[in-house]
């Protein structure tokens, strides 16, 4: 009797082991590291375009066509339709906004509204990992800021829809340091301002000086002011882009472990409080991020802390006069951006402070609306996948988006 029993441990043992594995294999295969393969799998059209920026750097741009569907099943041309931009944040890239699945990310809710859908991607992350005449080897390369991103990246990124789409305006959505690049495009371009239709920026990173962020407050007024240390790091990258080693990293995070060892790898970046956070979207979270990019980025949005300013980055006095022939570098202009903007914020977003947004608020010229997250506990990641973000977020960034369009076809 105890041998049978024996038995029937080891034959229960054994099948809850190839559960397991069977579960880990699972989430080895859904585990996506490449923007048009997820969508391939999420079932939508995809094409993958290429810029050259003025100085040298190649970027990826991901684009959701609305196609012509024959009545044989095949597809045709590529439909005219109202264009919709969307930036990620900080070391991050087009992916985040793919990560809610094939129902509920806001590019294929856009893309069932009839939009076509771009996605944009900035020097340093995993797309865009080239340059004409640098190397990711060579210390130039990485230094750059988002002022970079926003002067260079986006007017190259944002020429070529137009002429690729054939519109003359467009939608914007961005995440986060997507913001901090809008808002400093059209500043120092405010040309720009007049390809904008709208503009929706989630918990938006310009003033930063009341950030809750212990990287911040620790490493901040070191980072943030022109010393040996700081110098020294200006031409370094700040993650690996390594998808296998991502992949690796992802696995602490499947659905039979506990989700905790995953989550306090985004403490330095969302702070502690994760209980609106989608657990089962770590995974893929943690695959495609960080997706690479510059200290020199972090670093700057150090100075604006230390600072207390929304300005273009300081070199020290000497460098900054022949940078900028001042001895302090200038503020953005943010009366420039003429932009319809909405701006999504939470009370208690660890990066973006409530007093930040609204100094932010009282600079810009054309603010339609300003809208706080309900939740006390919503954090700064729970605008890409916290529970609750299409219904409150995404739906209404779709419904004001139908409703410009309805009123100009009027």
């Known amino acids: 009797m105890r041998s049978l029993r024996l038995g029937l441990d080891v034959v229960m043992l054994a099948l809850l082991l190839r559960q397991v594995l069977a579960t880990i294999r699972h989430s080895r295969e859904i585990i996506i590291t490449d923007a048009v393969r997820r969508i391939q799998h999420d079932g939508y059209n995809v094409e993958r375009h290429t810029v050259i920026t ?21 597809l045709g041309t590529v439909l005219r339709r109202p264009v919709v931009f969307l930036l990620s944040g900080l070391y991050a890239s087009s992916d985040v906004w793919l990560l809610n699945g094939r129902e509920d990310s806001l590019a294929y809710l856009l893309w069932r509204a009839g939009y076509d859908v771009w996605l944009g991607n900035n020097r340093g992350n995993i797309y865009c990992r080239h340059n004409l005449w640098l190397n ?53 371009l405010p040309q720009y301002n007049a390809v904008f239709k709208t503009a929706t920026l989630l918990a938006p990173v310009a003033y930063v000086s009341n950030t809750q ?8 007024p070191v ?8 110098k020294m790091l200006e031409g370094i990258e700040m993650f690996s882009t390594n998808k ?10 499947l659905e039979n472990e506990k989700p905790l060892v995953c989550i306090t790898r985004l403490w330095p970046a969302v702070g502690y409080d994760t209980r609106f956070l989608n657990k089962t979207l770590l995974p893929d979270l943690m695959a495609n991020f960080p997706a690479g990019g510059s200290v020199k ?25 022949l940078h900028y022939q001042q001895l302090e570098p200038p503020e953005y202009a943010l009366e420039n951006v003429s932009t319809p903007i909405t701006i999504f914020f939470a009370e208690n977003d660890y990066i973006v402070a409530p007093a930040d947004i609204w100094r932010l608020v009282s600079r810009l010229p054309n603010v339609e609306a300003v809208y706080k997250v309900p939740w ?35």
Not at 61 to 73: A, C, F, K, S, Y
Not at 213 to 220: E, F, M, R, T
Not at 223 to 230: A, E, F, I, Q, W
């Open 244 to 253: 296998f080693f991502k992949k690796f990293l992802s696995m602490t995070c």
């Open 297 to 321: 980025q972090l670093m700057h949005y150090f100075q604006g802390y230390v600072s207390t300013k929304f300005r273009q980055y300081d070199y020290g006095p000497e460098r900054n006069w």
């Open 213 to 220: 962020s212990g990287l911040a407050k620790i490493i901040g």
């Open 223 to 230: 980072l943030g002011t022109r010393n040996y240390v700081s």
């Open 376 to 410: 006390k506990r919503w954090n700064h990641f729970d605008f890409i996948c916290g529970f609750g973000v299409r219904e409150y977020i995404f739906d209404n960034i779709v419904l004001s988006m139908n409703r410009y369009e309805q009123r100009r076809r009027r």
């Open 136 to 188: 990711t080897t060579e210390r130039e390369f990485w230094n750059f800021s988002w002022h970079e991103m926003s002067v260079y990246d986006m007017p190259a990124q944002i020429d070529y829809v137009l002429r690729t789409s054939g519109v003359a305006r467009m939608h914007f959505v961005g995440i986060s340091q997507g913001g901090t690049v809008f808002l400093v495009l059209n500043s120092m």
């Open 54 to 74: 003025k100085d040298g750097y190649v970027l990826t741009l991901h684009r959701i066509p609305q196609v012509q569907l024959h009545e044989n099943g095949t």
